[in-house]
């Protein structure tokens, strides 16, 4: 008799959701975390850092620019940067001890050290090797940074160096115009950091669609961040108490070099699963290092299951606690599903970033006959009340169904407003169903039908 029914390894966003949903199942269930705290890159130095120190640099934001215009005078506040990285930690916390107390709630065993597969239905941890009828590999991913670039975690940081700078830096080379880098470089530029973005691409955040990337990167440079596009990072070098940033511009091969106190390597993550052993297990991979799963987040190993960063799909954590709920229902005998459809990215600059389904440049490949709904901030009452005009919502839906296909919003709220396209993508939903759907005013949400409304006869505010 194994010990448990289920092994999950790593506690980040995929595993300890796995975790409480198996044990919600019925299934005796631990889950294996080697570090300190519970919650994974996402809750100690990812997704939940990262916002405490956007929120708090919004706030000096607000008082630098806005508070006057509404009457608020006085001392705007200045930096106390450990305060900061106190507020900032507290958050962390309470995060990971809520994880904690949902364990304990739920009888999930947290087994505490680095976990190893030494057979199907083993997992040995320290000396003890522990048995499970399944095991679900949940080790996520860590920074995949350029050959030629030494990262100390100092003043060649990655994101987790970049939470805890030892002070504010001067100046700050971001490499790489991808999520991380432009919600962490937004974060040291309203705190007062010169920030370049080198970016090897000719848009910021690929994969968006493109009449957001320009509006975004308009709005960004705006706020004073400076971006080199087409510039191929090959090495940073470090001399009295600088780094020194050599790139190639792509358009002509021509080199040059930056100088900067701090260089944040922000250019992609690879899938972790070092140490546990899958190679001697026969484990398939895919080319780039993800485990291969089946539809069922199977591997090819009998009793062995993978989900999150370290399989196939976007590396968000939301997609991974899916995929965990999901593969816990597989195991308990039910039908786990995932709709890869309808998996809402965001960046959680300011203004905010999201996006659903497809965008105008993939339904163009596929020859798609497709309408468009766009609505302007600026038409929405309660987002001028707040700074907030800038920026549009964009739907887009079939030509001859009217069904919807996808949405991107750059806006107020955007990470909170691109839910009800979720929503309704699951439901199969036409423009027109948003559009006759009634919306609160004055609310940002009203952006949403307006955009809809611009699918059919036309929007009112526009
Ligand atoms: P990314 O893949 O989003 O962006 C990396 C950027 O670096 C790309 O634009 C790429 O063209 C550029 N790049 C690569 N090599 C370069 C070179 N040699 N020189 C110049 N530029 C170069 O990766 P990022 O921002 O590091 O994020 C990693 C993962 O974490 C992503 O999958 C992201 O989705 C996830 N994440 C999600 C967040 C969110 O949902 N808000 C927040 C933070 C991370």
Same mark, same amino acid.
């Given at each position: 008799?194994?010990n448990?029914?289920?092994?999950?390894?790593?506690a $980040?966003?995929?595993?300890?959701?796995?975790?409480?949903?198996?044990a919600?199942l #019925?299934?005796?269930?631990?889950?294996?975390?080697?570090?300190?705290?519970?919650? #994974?890159?996402?809750?100690?130095?990812?997704?939940?850092?990262?916002?405490?120190?956007? !929120?708090?640099?919004? +706030?000096l934001?607000?008082?630098e620019?806005?508070?006057?215009?509404?009457g608020?005078?006085?001392?705007t506040p200045?930096?106390?940067?450990?305060?900061?990285?106190?507020?900032?930690?507290?958050?962390?916390?309470?995060?990971?001890?809520g994880?904690?107390? &949902?364990?304990?709630k739920n =009888?999930?065993?947290?087994?505490?050290?680095?976990?190893s %597969?030494?057979?199907?239905?083993?997992v040995k941890?320290?000396?003890?090797?522990?048995?499970?009828?399944?095991i679900i590999?949940a080790? #996520?991913?860590? /920074?995949?940074?350029?050959? @030629?670039?030494?990262?100390d975690?100092?003043t060649v940081?990655?994101?987790?160096?970049a939470?805890e700078?030892?002070k504010? *830096?001067?100046?700050?080379?971001v %490499?790489?115009a991808?999520?991380?880098g432009l919600?962490?470089?937004?974060?040291y530029?309203r705190?007062g950091?010169?920030?370049?973005?080198?970016?090897?691409l000719?848009? %910021?955040?690929p994969?968006?669609? $493109?009449?957001?990337?320009k509006?975004f990167?308009?709005?960004?440079k705006k706020?004073g961040?400076?971006f080199?596009?087409?510039?191929a990072?090959?090495?940073?070098? =470090?001399?009295?108490g600088?780094?020194?940033?050599?790139?190639?511009?792509?358009k002509?091969?021509s080199?040059?070099?930056?100088?900067?106190?701090v260089?944040?390597?922000?250019?992609?993550r690879?899938p972790?699963?070092d140490?546990l052993g899958?190679q001697?297990?026969?484990?398939?991979?895919?080319q780039? @290092?993800?485990?291969k799963?089946?539809?069922?987040?199977?591997?090819?190993v009998?009793?062995?299951?993978?989900i999150?960063?370290?399989i196939?799909? /976007?590396?968000?954590?939301?997609?991974?606690?899916?995929e $965990?709920?999901?593969?816990?229902?597989v195991?308990?005998? =039910?039908?786990?599903?995932v709709?890869? @459809?309808?998996i809402p990215?965001?960046?959680?600059?300011?203004?905010?970033?999201?996006s659903?389904?497809a965008?105008?440049? +993939?339904?163009?490949?596929? @020859?798609?006959a497709?309408?468009?709904?766009?609505?302007?901030?600026?038409?929405n009452?309660?987002?001028?009340?707040?700074?907030?005009?800038?920026?549009?919502?964009?739907? &887009?839906?079939?030509k001859?169904?009217?069904r919807? &296909?996808g949405?991107?919003?750059?806006? *107020?709220a955007? $990470?909170?407003?691109? !839910?009800?396209v979720?929503?309704?993508?699951?439901?199969?939903?036409?423009?027109?169903?948003l559009?006759?759907t009634?919306?609160?005013?004055?609310?940002?949400?009203?952006a949403?039908?307006?955009?809809?409304?611009?699918c059919?006869?036309?929007a009112i505010?526009?």
């Amino acid at each position: 008799m194994a010990n448990y029914d289920v092994i999950v390894i790593g506690a $980040g966003p995929g595993g300890y959701v796995a975790a409480i949903r198996c044990a919600q199942l #019925g299934l005796k269930t631990a889950c294996v975390e080697g570090r300190d705290t519970l919650g #994974g890159t996402c809750l100690n130095v990812g997704c939940i850092p990262s916002k405490a120190l956007l !929120h708090a640099s919004h +706030q000096l934001h607000e008082a630098e620019h806005n508070f006057a215009t509404m009457g608020l005078k006085g001392k705007t506040p200045s930096v106390d940067w450990k305060q900061m990285l106190a507020y900032k930690d507290s958050v962390i916390e309470g995060n990971t001890k809520g994880i904690e107390f &949902l364990f304990k709630k739920n =009888k999930v065993d947290w087994i505490k050290g680095w976990a190893s %597969i030494p057979a199907a239905g083993q997992v040995k941890v320290g000396d003890e090797v522990h048995t499970a009828a399944n095991i679900i590999i949940a080790t #996520g991913s860590e /920074p995949a940074t350029l050959p @030629g670039i030494d990262v100390d975690e100092k003043t060649v940081v990655t994101s987790t160096g970049a939470l805890e700078l030892g002070k504010i *830096p001067k100046s700050m080379v971001v %490499i790489g115009a991808g999520v991380i880098g432009l919600e962490l470089g937004s974060v040291y530029k309203r705190l007062g950091t010169d920030v370049t973005v080198v970016e090897y691409l000719d848009v %910021i955040t690929p994969g968006m669609d $493109g009449e957001v990337q320009k509006t975004f990167q308009r709005m960004l440079k705006k706020q004073g961040l400076n971006f080199v596009m087409g510039a191929a990072v090959q090495a940073v070098a =470090k001399a009295r108490g600088k780094n020194t940033v050599t790139y190639q511009l792509r358009k002509d091969d021509s080199q040059h070099s930056i100088d900067a106190e701090v260089v944040l390597v922000a250019t992609g993550r690879r899938p972790f699963s070092d140490g546990l052993g899958l190679q001697d297990l026969g484990v398939e991979f895919t080319q780039r @290092g993800q485990i291969k799963t089946n539809a069922h987040w199977q591997t090819n190993v009998a009793g062995i299951y993978a989900i999150g960063d370290v399989i196939e799909g /976007p590396m968000l954590a939301h997609k991974a606690e899916d995929e $965990g709920m999901a593969a816990a229902e597989v195991i308990a005998g =039910k039908h786990g599903h995932v709709n890869y @459809g309808v998996i809402p990215g965001v960046i959680y600059t300011h203004p905010e970033v999201a996006s659903v389904g497809a965008t105008e440049e +993939q339904l163009k490949a596929e @020859g798609r006959a497709y309408k468009v709904g766009k609505f302007s901030f600026m038409g929405n009452g309660r987002a001028k009340a707040v700074f907030a005009g800038d920026g549009f919502v964009k739907l &887009l839906a079939d030509k001859d169904t009217d069904r919807i &296909l996808g949405c991107h919003v750059i806006g *107020p709220a955007a $990470g909170d407003l691109i !839910h009800e396209v979720c929503v309704a993508m699951e439901f199969g939903a036409s423009a027109q169903d948003l559009a006759m759907t009634c919306h609160a005013h004055p609310t940002f949400s009203e952006a949403m039908r307006e955009a809809a409304l611009a699918c059919g006869d036309g929007a009112i505010h526009a």
